[in-house]
């Protein structure tokens, strides 16, 4: 039976999708709209990559054990997850404006619903001694930056939680394992807004990166195993990460 990749998020997601793709996977693609997830389905049949649309709400963890079940319903098994949805609501606030609430609304889908995704797959994994969970996340939950707060400290805090995972996870055969992305992707539904933040906070100037490119990098980590953290560009790599 070919391997399966559930894709959570359905950006950068299309770029990982067709990049194990054609490595034979069967693909699951998840996000909210179900229409622009058919259209997705379609262009990847077109390719010869079998893909199916589940529609979810990201944001509500207590959704996700049946969101999976359906997954390993349909396909029988779940061999790598791919975590990075992102909305147009959760973008960057100054840290000396935030407040309680604008974190609490981040939470849900950047931590509490990729934790909740692990726990809903770890048995399986466990029993077979195999996994992936693959987590796309910005370059503030590495690198602070003034007025570019808010995702940071949440996507910090799933980081952090990344960190500890594949630590405990490395003699299982299991691989947790996170791309920062220190870029604007190109051809995303977000960028546009994330380097509004940027130019009116008068921070960094990042490149532009192309998301096939970082499912590049996915693909290299799925294989290779050998890093807790990647970063794109490699250049930005903090001198000292966590
Ligand atoms: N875009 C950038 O410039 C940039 C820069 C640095 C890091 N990143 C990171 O890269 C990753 C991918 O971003 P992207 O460029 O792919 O963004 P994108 O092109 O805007 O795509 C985001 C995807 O997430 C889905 N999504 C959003 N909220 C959701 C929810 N509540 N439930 C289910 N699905 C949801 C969206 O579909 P629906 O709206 O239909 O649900 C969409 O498919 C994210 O982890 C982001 O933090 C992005």
């Known amino acids: 039976m070919s391997k399966v990749i559930a894709v959570l998020g359905a950006g950068l997601g299309v770029s990982v ?3 194990f793709g054609r490595e034979g996977f069967r693909v699951a693609l998840v996000a909210r709209r179900k229409d622009r997830l058919d259209t997705l389905v379609e262009v990847l049949a077109g390719e010869g990559i079998e893909a199916v649309a589940f529609s979810a709400d990201l944001s509500k963890p207590a959704e996700v054990p049946a969101l999976v079940e359906a997954i390993r319903d349909r396909f029988g098994r779940i061999d790598v997850v791919a975590y990075g ?17 604008t974190l609490e609304a981040l939470t849900p889908l950047l ?15 466990t ?3 195999e996994g992936t969970f693959l987590l796309a996340q910005g370059y503030s939950a ?4 003034p007025h570019l707060s808010g995702l ?3 996507m ?5 939680y990344l960190y500890s995972l594949n630590a405990e996870l490395a003699d299982t055969g299991i691989y947790a394992g996170a791309l920062t992305i ?3 992707i190109a051809r995303s539904e977000v960028s546009a807004a994330a380097q509004a933040a940027f130019e009116s906070a008068d921070g960094p100037h990042f490149p532009i990166a192309d998301p096939d490119d970082l499912a590049e990098h996915y693909w290299d980590m799925y294989t290779k195993r050998d890093r807790v953290e990647q970063f794109h560009p490699e250049s930005l790599t903090p001198r000292a990460p966590a």
Do not use: K, Y
């Open 111 to 125: 931590l509490l619903t990729p934790v909740e995704v692990v726990r809903a797959v770890l048995p399986e994994w």
């Open 85 to 101: 949805p992102i909305g147009g609501d959760q973008g960057f606030t100054p840290a000396a404006e935030l407040d309680a609430s």
């Open 152 to 154: 940071g400290p949440v």
């Open 127 to 129: 029993e077979r001694g």
């Open 17 to 19: 999708a067709r990049r």
């Open 182 to 184: 220190a870029s604007l």
């Open 142 to 145: 590495a690198q602070p930056m």
């Open 156 to 160: 910090a805090a799933t980081r952090n």
